[in-house]
């Protein structure tokens, strides 16, 4: 099993998200189904460690806040731009968050995770994206929503990219 733990978005910021893709060469836009924002990657696992995992992310402890969508920007590899993504504030909240799932991951045997946290939502995949720099062509609406959770999904590659499915939610 390939998992990881994020966020479920609400259909309005999957609908506003989905009205700014366009205008990008060799772009792979992601689908109202594989929106979401990452908390935390956690990679292949086996069914008694994800039930592990399940268990441990349960006693994680969410205060609600209310996110918003934020910047547009870009990820870079090898000089040349491989994702474009949608910022979401306030950063501090969310990491919060992710440090919280973090340390439920920890007490299971999961690796921290060594990067540092950027809360974003991926909206394009590609190894050389023109016009990229220009993205997005108006501006991301700042749309807010109340986040008072967070969910442990199943990713598994498909033909058009990773399909997710939510194994849990938590409250």
Do not use: C
């Amino acid at each position: 099993m390939r998992l990881f733990v994020g966020l479920d978005l609400p259909e309005s910021i999957k609908t506003a998200l989905l009205a700014s893709m366009g205008g990008v060469a060799d772009a792979r836009w992601q689908t109202a189904e594989q929106l979401h924002l990452t908390l935390r990657f956690i990679g292949e696992v086996d069914r008694h460690q994800a039930a592990d995992i399940a268990a441990a992310l349960g006693r994680v402890n969410v205060r609600p806040f209310v996110a918003e969508l934020g910047d547009p920007g870009l990820f870079e590899h090898r000089g040349r731009i491989d994702t474009l993504w949608v910022g979401v504030r306030p950063a501090e909240a969310l990491t919060q968050m992710a440090k919280s799932v973090n340390a439920a991951l920890a007490s299971v045997g999961i690796p921290p995770e060594p990067r540092a946290f950027l809360p974003h939502i991926t909206i394009a995949r590609g190894r050389s994206m023109i016009g990229a720099t220009a993205w997005p062509q108006s501006p991301i609406p700042r749309l807010t929503w109340q986040v008072d959770g967070f969910a442990l999904f199943e990713s598994q590659m498909g033909k058009d990219g990773s399909d997710y499915t939510i194994l849990a939610r938590w409250t």
